[in-house]
């Protein structure tokens, strides 16, 4: 049985190798852990999102670095963000700064191997010179913005914390889209775009798409919670205004997978496609950009080394992988580059030196091929490391404010278990994919995506403006039980270990703000204010 199943692994992968697949990537901002209904609650049901992964393969021990431009550049380029100096921050869109055009990308890689590049929605690797945007880093079309966020109706950008002009930021390629019907609701705008390229795709060549949402980021900081009011209504039962709204924002999100697998499906795209889909950091409960996002019980939001950072959901499917399977071996974000080459059989080398590994064998076998990784930001120094199930933390930021468990433990359910499995089986997704899920693979892996705290009594506290602390993930997920005082040879080990990590660090390639930059400049825009250097 084992040999023949050796074999089939094989024949898959050969087939793969024999024609390129489509990639098709959607990324949510700012999604909390606990916002998607296949964790377990139906508080704010994900249908299309939970079809797509019960048809596919959860990574349920997935993770990214703990901010969107460190999290983007990873992707993009296969590396650790420290080894690229974008380990620190995000990019404002005042600051002269970005991924260095030196690094080459992942579209730039598919181009290479024949496939057409496009993008939809958020950039947000640089744009203060023309050569950081993404038709020059390797995209065939661009629909979106440059910058962190926008408002979801006008889609300007305004820096609340600074003295500048209300700028618009939408841009087709490289020029300033005003040609959007008004009140068109940003996550939509982006659906329909991205289901217009799947439409108009030929297929003489393979298609890599990357849909960068906006949402659930929140929008300016004067009307940052941003919903369709008939959305909002749906979550009446949701009584805090502000999470009910965030919910409004993710059921946006969860039509718009469903649309683009449905897409997909209808233009025959579908059975040649590798689609995956995964938040870029954790939600962010309190502080700037807030959303009450609720990572629980994870420990921690973005901005920050605990679990709640950098452990996000994320799902791949194709039909040629594994169905209805959880995975709880370590991904990094940085692994898609390698992996993605391989399954979708695209025809490129690597000619640089990478962190990310490549997954296959763990996605077809289970086998497990990453033991450790390294989170660091050296200005505002916090950070983590993670070897063997261990996981050091280091460092707080914002003082201690992102420490502890934040954000909504409320399982209310919006639905019962049977419409909720009846809601699932007429979603986009679930209809689009075929055979159909089972009721009892739903289960089961609802079952297994579920995280389970320690249940230890003698629980030791960790207060990192103190020091640094040190947990076993295998045992205490959520990060409650400190036992660097327990395993004080062990915790050295894992200091040394992440002291270690800092030896190839690049400085952060982080500037100070620009005042040419304003708005106001380039008739209320946003918009490279400097020359290529």
Sequence with gaps: MLLLYFFIVLFVNNSYAAKPKNVIIIVADDLGFNDVSYRGSTEIPTYNIDALAYNGIILNNYRTPPL???????????????HLGMQHFVIPSDEPWGLSPSEKIMPQYFKDAGYVTRMVGKWHLGFFEEQYTPNNRGYDSFFGYLGPYIDYWDYTLNMFDRNFSRGYDMRENQTI??????????????????????TTHDKKKPLFLVVNHLAPHAGNEDVPMQAKQEDIDKFSYIEDIKRRTLAAMIYQLDKSVGEIVKALKDNNHLDDSILIFYSDNGGPTTGIHSTAASNYP?????????????????????????????????????????TLKTI???????????DGIDQTKMLYNNRELRNELV????????????????KLVNGSSSNGQFDSWLGSNNNTNAVDDKAYMENLLLSPVAKSIKPPITLRNIDRMRSSAKICCTKEKNKQSCDLLKGPCLYNLND???????IANRNKILFSFMLLKYKNSLADLVPTRRK?????????????TWNAWQQNS
């Design 68 to 82: 969107c431009t460190p999290s983007r550049s990873s992707l993009m380029t296969g590396k650790y963000p420290h």
């Design 177 to 198: 889209n005003r040609n959007i019907p008004p009140n068109k609701y940003a996550t939509e705008l982006f659906t329909e775009e991205a289901v217009k390229v799947i």
């Design 298 to 338: 994870l420990r921690g939001q973005k901005q920050s080394g605990w679990e709640g950072a950098i452990r996000t959901n994320a799902i791949v499917y194709a039909p040629s992988l594994p169905k209805a399977v959880v995975r709880n071996n370590l991904f990094y974000i940085a692994d898609w580059l390698p």
């Design 344 to 354: 979708a059989g695209a025809n490129f080398k690597i000619n640089t030196k990478i």
């Design 375 to 390: 989170t660091i930001d050296d200005v505002f120094g916090f950070g983590s490391y993670i070897f063997n199930g261990l």
């Design 476 to 482: 205490d997920p959520c990060e409650e039980n400190n």
């Design 512 to 524: 100070q703000s620009d005042p040419k930059c304003d708005p106001v400049h380039f008739n209320y």
